[in-house]
């Protein structure tokens, strides 16, 4: 409903996005989706995987799951994974094995999809909980932060230099940490100018979306301050990634 009331709006109507969406596993209703418009984007499949988690007492617990997308932009086959990992709530220590229960998650089904389909570009994207250099996204997602030192099965990650510069996409206490990235593949960088590659990317942070005074000053400007609606737009920036080909004269 959400999603629906946002294409709805008057600023987006006339784009016509389409919505990808499954109920996740999450308890609380707190699902996934993809926004596409279909001048860009053919979706062929989509489905929402389980990612089973255990926690330090051995009991099963219940995440949002992984939404797997394969579709064709122009004629390339693209797989979208989209996260929304197990957050710290409880202890960074705490919660660690299950942002890396996630990620090996992620890093399998990659794994599958590339050896069926070597030329695919994918990407892993969403709100890891984890910044750039966790483990969870270099050692077993193996997300590099320099494109020269990308391998077989490795994923690039351009957010990485946002990291080390200070950047963030939320922040607590004071501290901003850049949870939300998007890994490429090394087929996503491409070898012809008749193929989208990566171009460029950002954190999208424009004045609207910045909190102006109180508690939260210089913040993303939430939704919510506590109860209060604040009127905002999330307490996360997004990020993007810009696809282009070069077009030949």
Known sequence: RVLQDLVNTPNLKERNYQILHFNSFDPRGIDLAILYQEKYFTPLEAQMIEIPLTDADGKSRKTRG?????????????????????????????????????????????????????????????????????????????????????????FYNPFYKNYLLGEGTTAHDDSWSLFDQILLSKNCLGKSNEQYKYLKHKIFHEEFMIQEDGHYKNYPRRTFSGDVYNYGYSDHFPVVVYLAKMVKK
């Open 66 to 154: 992984l939404l797997v997308a394969k579709g064709k932009i122009e004629n390339q086959t693209a797989y979208i994974l989209v996260n929304h990992w197990p957050s710290k709530r409880g202890g960074e220590l705490a919660t660690r094995p299950l942002r890396i229960q996630a990620s090996k998650k992620n890093k399998e089904i990659a794994d599958s999809l590339q050896a069926l389909h070597p030329d695919a570009n994918i990407f892993i994207m969403g709100d890891l909980n984890d910044n750039p250099d966790a483990k969870s996204v270099t050692k077993y997602l193996l997300a590099e932060k320099d494109v020269k030192s990308l391998k077989s099965g490795s």
